[in-house]
C-alpha cells in the first residue's frame, strides 16, 4: 500500500494482481475478538481453528479496491502474471514498493484456509470476519499514519 500511496494515479494503471490466488488478509481486530470469544467458550477447548477470512478475494480484486480507495478508480490494465513475477523480483522493486522479494511468492501460492469450525464456535458470540472491502479505507488511513510499520 505504502507505494501505492507514493504517486496512487500512476501506480494504480495497471493492475499486478492475478484472478487465480486469493490472499487472506484479517484486520486485527477480528484476530482479537476471536482470540478472546475462544479463550472463553467450552466448546473451543481443544479445538483447531483457522482465523482466516471465509470468502478471501484474488490478489486481483485486493488491487481494485486499494486502487479505488486511493485513486478513486480501478486500474486500467491487467499486467500478465509471469511479468509481474520478474518484474516484482527484481531488486529495484524490493527498494520501490517495500516488500522484500521474499515476499513475492506469497502473493503467488494459492492457499486455502477452511474456517468451517471457527465460525461454528465464534457465530454465537456475534464474531465474523469482515469483508476486506468494509476495512479497506480504514486501512489505508492507518499506513498514512504509520508508514514505517
Sequence with gaps: INYLRMQPRLFT???????????????????????????????????TVQLADPNPL???????????????RGSLLKLPRPLV???LNLS????????????VPYFFIDQTYDTTRAQQLLAPHGVRCPLFSS????????VAEHPSL
Design 13 to 47: 494503471l495497471a493492475n499486478i494482481g492475478n484472478r487465480d490466488v486469493r490472499l487472506n488478509l484479517v484486520p486485527v481486530d477480528f484476530v482479537v475478538a476471536a482470540l478472546t470469544a475462544l479463550a472463553g467458550d467450552e466448546q473451543s477447548v481443544g479445538a
Design 135 to 142: 476495512y479497506v479505507d480504514t486501512l489505508i488511513d492507518f
Design 58 to 72: 484474488t490478489t486481483y480484486e485486493l488491487f481494485e479496491l486499494i486502487s479505488r480507495s486511493l485513486a478513486g
Design 92 to 103: 529495484v522493486s524490493e527498494k520501490l514498493s517495500g516488500l522484500p522479494r521474499v515476499g
Design 85 to 87: 513475477w520478474k518484474t
